[in-house]
C-alpha cells in the first residue's frame, strides 16, 4: 500500500506541527498505519502506530521519546493520518514517513513493509 505524508517543515523549539498521511490508491480505514523517523546517521525509528478501525479499535502506540507529545489520529471520512506533534524539540528533526504492513493492529511489521514513500522533513531548529 502506498501512502504519502506532508506536512513537514521548519519549527521552532517548543513548536508544533502536524503531518498528514494518505493513499491515493487504497482506503485506509481498515489498516494499522504508523510513522517512522530517520534523522542523517541514526536508525530509523518507530514513532507512532494506530490501529485499523477493523483491528483493535484503533487502539494506538506511542514511543518513548514522543509520549505525552505527540498524538496520532484517523479521519476515515477524509482516508486521512495524522500525527500531531507538539512541544518539538531538536531531537525530533527526521525525515518522517507513514507506512503500513497491510495488517489491522499495530505494531507495524518493518520486514512487511512494501513501499516507504517518500517521506516529509520536519526540521526543528532556532
Known amino acids: 500500500v502506498q501512502l504519502q505524508a506532508s506536512g513537514g517543515g521548519l519549527v521552532q523549539p517548543g513548536g508544533s506541527l502536524r503531518l498528514s498521511c494518505t493513499s491515493s490508491?487504497?482506503?485506509?480505514?481498515?489498516?494499522?498505519i504508523g510513522w517512522f523517523r530517520q534523522a542523517p546517521g541514526k536508525e530509523r525509528e518507530a514513532v507512532a502506530c494506530?490501529?485499523?478501525?477493523?483491528?483493535?479499535?484503533?487502539?494506538?502506540y506511542y514511543a518513548d521519546s514522543v509520549e505525552g507529545r505527540f498524538i496520532i489520529s484517523r479521519d476515515n471520512s477524509n482516508n486521512m493520518i495524522y500525527l500531531q506533534m507538539n512541544s518539538l524539540k531538536a531531537e525530533d528533526t527526521a525525515v518522517y514517513y507513514c507506512?503500513?504492513?497491510?495488517?489491522?493492529?499495530?505494531?507495524?511489521?518493518?520486514?512487511?513493509?512494501?513501499?516507504w514513500g517518500q517521506g516529509t522533513q520536519v526540521t526543528v531548529s532556532s
Open positions: 490508491e487504497h482506503t485506509l480505514d481498515r489498516y494499522e
Open positions: 494506530i490501529s485499523g478501525s477493523t483491528g483493535d479499535g484503533n487502539a494506538y
Open positions: 507506512v503500513t504492513d497491510g495488517g489491522r493492529n499495530c505494531p507495524v511489521i518493518e520486514r512487511y513493509i512494501e513501499r
